[in-house]
């Protein structure tokens, strides 16, 4: 997914031959979507727009009819909306200079270049998306069992010496036997 939205390739033997190579470069945007964290990874968080919405209340539900409905009434109002954001990005755009630019250096220069269109205050944008990324990457290490183990190793403590083979050692007796033996162990 990473190397998919940053770009990226691979080759390989054409089928039903011997000679040609096929080789495959893409670069595209993607879409996740679930209930649960899906970016759990630090590499793909930093490589993430993340948005959390509120639960629809049940008094809000409608028909996909309906929605469609209003989506096609306004369409008119969200295309001039989005517009206005690009015409004010390209505007501002030369003029943005961000002291420390994130992963997704390109769009967050085109995201505060448009933040104002959009009501929002300048650097508004950036405070909001790094804050967003802290968070993911705090609910991805909060899930993980060996930064849980890690974290326990170090309580009370402000250094850990020894192999690699003594720190599995140390971090598999904090864990239950279930975790030491999941696949997300390490082994070795």
Not at 10 to 29: G, Q
Not at 30 to 57: C, E, F, K, Q, Y
């Amino acid at each position: 997914l990473c190397r998919l939205a940053t770009g990226g390739g691979f080759s390989a033997r054409e089928l039903f031959t011997d000679m040609e190579e096929v080789l495959i470069d893409v670069k595209r945007p993607t879409v996740l979507n679930g209930i649960d964290d899906v970016a759990v990874r630090p590499d793909l968080i930093d490589r993430s727009i993340i948005l959390t919405l509120a639960p629809i209340a049940k008094e809000d539900r409608k028909p996909e009819s309906t929605f469609w409905r209003h989506f096609d009434q306004a369409s008119g109002k969200i295309l001039g909306g989005l517009l206005d954001g690009l015409s004010t990005a390209i505007r501002e755009y030369p003029s943005v200079d961000l002291p420390n630019l994130p992963r997704m250096a390109d769009f967050a220069e085109w995201a505060t270049a448009a933040e104002t269109s959009f009501g929002y205050q300048a650097g508004e944008f950036l405070k909001s998306f790094d804050k967003k990324r802290e968070n993911a990457i705090q609910a991805g290490l909060d899930g993980s069992h060996l930064a849980i183990a890690i974290e326990d190793l170090m309580a009370g403590r402000s250094e850990w010496e020894g192999t690699m083979k003594a720190l599995l050692v140390d971090l598999t007796a904090l864990v239950d036997e279930r975790t030491a033996n999941s696949k997300e162990w390490p082994k070795t």
